[in-house]
């Protein structure tokens, strides 16, 4: 008797193009989705190690937004920002189905995927009609010698990515896929609003305001120690993208066992 047994695998690379959306949560929209979406973009590759499971390295480039006029979160606060982001991740992909790029049975799939990123932002505001970086103006005393406690925060920092989608095989070389995913960060200054309002000293003569107090209260009806964000809570930011693949090689391979009596 005569029995063989095999394994059947799929083995390739891709590089392809995303387009979509970004927005972001956090002090100024604490919970609608896609509120104040923009414009984002990027490129990625992935490589497969079956049809099951990858791992995609991606670059992401967007635009962030948020005002309490627009959001209705509170109009007495009256802030709002924008902010570039420049996005690297990585991060490891499941299928739910055996799909590969040409596959004739699993020509779609959908999946999740998470891992881990580090990201790029500026917070800028409207000051005095001006679009102005609101980091530099230490807008809750960050770096002021009355609150020693308030450093100032990076520019730069890491998030945890997670999300799911939905993948398509155009043909035997071209793919797509839809997927939305969520930014889980470690700041809370996405916004440039965190904690409270402060004592300004560095105001320039008596009767005037200075930039930094406009940029932190442009309604100048909050004394120092009022809440103005919450900090309890750090920042997110979402991407919703269509992408669009290139089979970079092919490679398949079959192991046999085989067994006599």
Known sequence: MFIGLSAFAQHYGEIGLTGGGMYYLGDLNPGKHFLQTQPA?????????????????????????????????????NLNFQSNIHDISGTFE???FNYFIGSLRHFFTP???GGASVFLFNP????????TELRPLGTEGQGSALYPSRKQYSKISFAIPFGIGIKYSLNNFVGMSLDWSMRKTF???????????????????PGEVSATELASDPTLLHNAGMQRGDDAY????????????????????????????
């Not at 700041?187 to 003569?205: E, F, I, K, R």
């Open 111 to 113: 999946y999740m995927y």
């Open 124 to 131: 800028k505001g409207v000051v005095n009609g001006s679009l």
């Open 41 to 77: 973009f990027g490129g990625f590759v992935r490589h497969n190690f079956n049809e099951r499971l990858a791992i995609r390295a991606a670059y992401t480039y967007g635009k962030i937004k948020g005002d309490d006029a627009v959001s209705k979160e509170n109009l007495l606060r």
């Open 187 to 205: 700041t809370d200054y996405l916004d440039d609003v965190s904690t409270s309002y402060y004592l300004d000293l560095a105001g320039t003569t």
């Open 234 to 261: 750090n920042d997110w930011y979402s991407i919703v993208s269509f992408s669009i693949s290139l089979k970079l090689n092919y490679l398949e391979r079959t192991r046999c066992l085989n067994v006599f009596y």
């Open 94 to 96: 499941f299928n739910f």
